[in-house]
């Protein structure tokens, strides 16, 4: 069902080399893309490119130029430069309703004078669809999101999951090649949030050639739903990766912290492990690669202590401050040996709750394989 | 906002575009106006400035005028702040209901109050006489209607309403949960209100001071009925130089003073609007009824009680009686020398003859007119500016402000000047009193679309853009439906506005043409007091018929009642087609199984 998008190019452009002509012909493709607010630059010099089906989260702070980003690549803001190509099509200079991209507002921007089919069919009366292929197609994405019964609800009428839903369907109805969703799920409780996940992944599945690109602040969201992730800071990218690597091997210190919590390691812990540091970067490591060997008493540490030494990992001795608990997990704050709390660095280390530990003030003894940290620019 | 149209062109076409949008209503008559205070005999001169400057009645007047409008905007002021915030601690059933009425007050051509306020406070009045039988000892007292006490007693009657309306609009924007941690930090209701109340609301309070001033310096009608050579102002002033001593450039000049003195006042307002964060549009009376000040169990203090004294809804029903006394005098056979009429009759509405119905068809045509240009105008200059920026947007914004912000006799003069000869002519047609009533509407009109667009969010050009809609379909599927209930406000408004006009209409009416308003003030001036009191009757109903009307042409507030009224139908014949479109059904559980069939084009 094509809606009008021109003969495919199929210029390759030298700029992708790991793609093929193909993937380039068919995915999205954003280069060099700088916008301005107001005389203030927000986005500069952005690259990056989507392959068909490749759900692309895009993770930063508020403010940070992600919802600018999505706005400018539907066409909603006017770019001070850069191009972008959609399946081979130069978007750059169509306006936005001859772009043919589904946008998803945070709040859902459902048009409230009209009914909840016939915000679904909006965008296929624009398109001129015949009436029969119009309430057809209406019937098919309200069943999509199952709101097949609500058609004659005014958007007014239904809860906050089921107007995003509608959103959704409006959405996908134009048959869009490429689909943008701002923050869709801010706005709803924790509950809803997750069972909307679900849905949206669900949907995904079914359009497995449809490029997504998903603004979130959540990193939780966007972990769970990506296919990669592209981490924005001051309207420059830090890190585009697959989720799970950028977990394990965030490139700074930033991108580390924002997906997780880190323990930025002291130097004679660094010197201990034979971890060398270039000036400007620092040692990190997770909390949950930090074990828990068990609580001990001052005569065996240095037997313990060796033994470890022998298998490479290194162990440490520490006192425990706090546990913080949450449900399936807990975080131990840990004073490392020697020395007050003020003065002495302190480890943050998870386990799951049903881990036995010592009670607070006792003395525990932590082990990690110099293999699991990580050495990151500080960018902070 | 609004930022698809950024290309050279159009940033010419929008402020051209607008200034011919303008012309015939705001940038003409005001042309003419400064051409005619320029002309001399033979050529141009400033000596009609000379000569007004010079003059001291004319000094004598303009002190006076703003004298008078000092007076009573202080009145107005305290009791409409009193008022106000007695209605807001202390709400009460039924109140909303009444002060949507009070709202109705500006289909009460003022005039009209001065008229009332001769049955009420007359020497003959109604409450003149209770008053007497309450205290005789204290009657016998000449009436103070004629002269100041009773144009002060009438305007404040008037305009007390308006100064209620966006003070409790104000006090709804104030966060409640600040008025809560004051009472529970221990502040006392009057402290709340020195400390608390006045200085968030302060700015809001002198914009709306302002702008009664303004309002009251401006006043014609009750002037006109109540006024005597003891009360020269200039609105009344003007009137006579332009039509009774055919003295036009004097009038132009008188007319210019008074456009100075209010726009320099209005810039005040403007500024100090700005500095409040305060949009008099907001329908503060929907949500007025919330806050309950924090009362203190047992002892009530002193200013519990002042409010709830102010809150009655016998305060309340002070600013209706006017409108009472006039629907009464009406249906009198006889009102005087008695608190009640004696009888009661159908006499004055079936000997209302030819010219009175005339009169009020022409009021009728004339105010559905006047709506629909309003409406028009204001609805394009408001797309119009909203998409214009920085200085060029504030002066259009400026412009747009003019005419409300000068006495309606100015505007009338202004109209009349510019359309009574030359290439435009409309000299002795009643296209003249469209023009001059349109111009007045104009900026209310303009101001409430504005607002509207500005509350509009963007989200739903951008998404209406994003499904595929260019922009002129934008406007027409999403814009224009969601400013409805602003374009209906504005006609409504406006058409109130258009049938108790007379200020500016009296200036500009060709002869042989009446409107309402025309014709009661004819009958008043002649004694027919009864007369005009049914016109008035007839006058008011055809208001209230015609809001009703408008209020009821609301598709979007009946939309959920009509879509449940769509699903029942549609759930009817339903079951019996189900089988008759299994075929289409079938084709679409296929694409349910194969989703991917349905997918963009690969």
């Known amino acids: 069902m094509s809606l009008g998008s021109p003969p495919v190019s199929r210029r390759q452009p030298e700029q992708l080399e790991t793609r093929t002509a193909a993937e380039v012909a068919q995915g999205f493709w954003l280069e060099d893309l700088c916008v301005s607010l107001g005389g203030r630059p927000v986005l500069e010099h952005l690259s990056f490119s989507l392959a068909p089906g490749e759900f692309l989260c895009v993770l930063g702070q508020s403010g940070c130029g992600k919802t600018t980003l999505l706005r400018a690549i539907a066409g909603f803001l006017p770019l001070a430069r850069g191009q972008l190509r959609l399946n081979g099509r130069d978007l750059t200079r169509l306006p936005a309703y001859r772009r043919n991209i589904g946008f998803v507002h945070q709040q859902y921007a459902l048009f409230p004078h009209l009914t909840v089919a016939e915000n679904v069919a909006f965008g296929l009366r624009e398109r001129r669809l015949p009436a029969r292929e119009r309430q057809e197609r209406v019937k098919h994405y309200l069943r999509l999101v199952h709101l097949e019964s609500y058609a004659e609800f005014y958007p007014s009428e239904l809860s906050g999951g089921m107007q995003q839903r509608v959103a959704l369907a409006r959405a996908l109805a134009i048959e869009p090649d490429l689909l943008l969703l701002d923050e869709p799920l801010s706005a709803l409780d924790f509950h809803l949030r997750i069972e909307l996940r679900q849905q949206l992944l669900k949907i995904h599945q079914r359009f497995p050639r449809l490029p997504l690109v998903y603004v979130t602040h959540d990193c939780s969201e966007a972990l769970q739903l990506a296919d990669r992730l592209l981490l924005l800071r001051g309207g420059q990218i830090v890190q585009s990766a697959a989720p799970r690597l950028l977990y394990e091997y965030p490139r700074t210190l930033f991108a580390a912290r924002y997906l997780g919590s880190v323990n930025v390691l002291p130097e004679t812990i660094c010197a201990l492990a034979g971890l060398e540091r270039r000036p400007g970067w620092c040692w990190i490591i997770r909390p949950e690669r930090l074990h828990l060997l068990s609580a001990e008493e001052g005569p065996q540490r240095a037997t313990s202590a060796a033994a470890e030494a022998e298998s490479g990992r290194i162990s440490l001795l520490g006192r425990l401050q706090a546990i913080e608990w949450n449900g399936a997990w807990q975080t131990l704050h840990v004073v490392l040996e020697g020395g007050g709390p003020d003065t002495q660095p302190s480890l943050l280390v998870s386990c799951p709750a049903s881990r036995e530990v010592p009670a607070q003030g006792e003395w525990l003894r932590l082990v990690f394989s110099p293999e699991d940290c990580r050495h990151v620019l500080m960018d902070e | ?602």
């Open chain 2, 1 to 602: 906002m609004y930022s698809w149209m950024s290309s050279k062109a159009a940033r010419w076409l929008g402020p051209v575009g607008l200034l011919m949008l303008l012309a015939p209503c705001v940038l003409m008559p005001l042309g003419s106006l400064v051409i005619t205070s320029l002309q001399t005999g033979a050529g141009w001169s400033l000596s009609a400035y000379g000569r007004v400057l010079t003059d001291p009645t004319f000094w004598q007047e303009l002190i006076f005028t703003w004298r008078l409008a000092l007076l009573a905007t202080a009145l107005v002021a305290v009791l409409g702040l009193a008022l106000a915030l007695a209605l807001f601690f202390r709400p009460w059933k039924g109140m909303g209901l009444l002060l949507r009425a009070v709202e109705l007050m500006v289909a009460f051509p003022s005039f009209l109050i001065a008229f009332a306020l001769i049955y009420l406070y007359g020497s003959q009045g109604a409450v003149t006489l209770l008053l007497g039988h309450l205290w005789p000892q204290a009657s016998g007292s000449p009436s103070f209607l004629y002269g100041i006490g009773g144009i002060l007693l009438a305007e404040v009657t008037y305009y007390t309403p308006f100064m209620v309306r966006p003070m409790l609009a104000v006090l709804a924007l104030l966060d409640q949960s600040v008025l809560e941690a004051a009472s529970v930090l221990g502040a006392s209701p009057w402290r709340l209100l020195r400390r608390v109340v006045i200085p968030l609301t302060r700015s809001a309070l002198v914009a709306g001071i302002l702008l009664s001033f303004l309002l009251l310096q401006n006043e014609f009608g009750i002037l006109l009925v109540l006024g005597t050579l003891a009360t020269p102002t200039v609105p009344v002033a003007i009137y006579s130089d332009a039509l009774i001593n055919l003295d036009l450039p004097r009038a132009a000049v008188e007319a210019l003073v008074m456009l100075l003195a209010s726009l320099l006042l209005y810039a005040l307002y403007r500024w100090l609007l700005g500095r409040s964060g305060w949009d008099w549009e907001e329908p503060g009376l929907a949500n007025a009824a919330r806050a309950q000040l924090g009362q203190p169990p047992g002892r009530r203090s002193g200013l519990a009680w002042l409010l709830a004294i102010l809150a009655s809804p016998g305060m309340v029903v002070l600013f209706f009686l006017p409108v009472v006394a006039v629907v009464l005098a009406a249906f009198a056979e006889n009102w005087a020398g008695s608190v009640l009429p004696h009888s009661y009759t159908l006499r004055w509405f079936l000997e209302m003859d030819s010219s009175d119905w005339l009169a009020l068809e022409h009021s009728l045509l004339l105010a559905v007119g006047v709506a629909g240009l309003s409406v028009l105008q204001g609805m394009l200059a408001a797309l119009g500016v909203v998409r214009l920026k920085g200085a060029i947007a504030r002066f259009f914004d400026f412009l747009l402000m003019v005419p409300s912000a000068v006495p309606s006799v100015v505007v009338g003069l202004a109209v009349l000047l510019a359309y009574h000869s030359g290439p435009f002519s409309l000299a002795g047609t009643p296209w003249m009193v469209l023009l001059a009533q349109a111009s007045l509407t104009l900026p209310f009109s303009y101001r409430t679309v504005h607002a509207a667009l500005l509350k509009l969010p963007a989200e739903y050009r951008e998404a209406a853009a994003g499904l595929g809609a260019p922009p002129w379909r934008v406007f027409w599927r999403i814009t224009l439906p969601l400013l409805a209930p602003a374009l209906r406000a504005a006609f409504a408004v406006s058409l109130a506005f258009s049938l108790g006009e007379l200020g500016a209409t009296l200036v500009v009416y060709p002869p042989g043409f009446t409107t309402a308003p025309l014709q009661m003030i004819n009958a008043i001036e002649r004694g027919f007091y009864a007369q005009a009191a049914a016109l008035a009757t007839l006058l008011l109903l055809l208001t209230l018929a015609l809001l009703l009307l408008v209020a009821a042409l609301q598709p979007e507030r009946f939309g959920p009642f009509y879509s449940l009224l769509r699903r029942r139908l549609r759930a009817w014949p339903s079951r019996s087609t189900v089988e008759a479109v299994v075929p289409v059904s079938g084709t679409g559980g296929n694409r349910e199984e194969a989703p991917t069939a349905a997918l963009p084009p690969s």
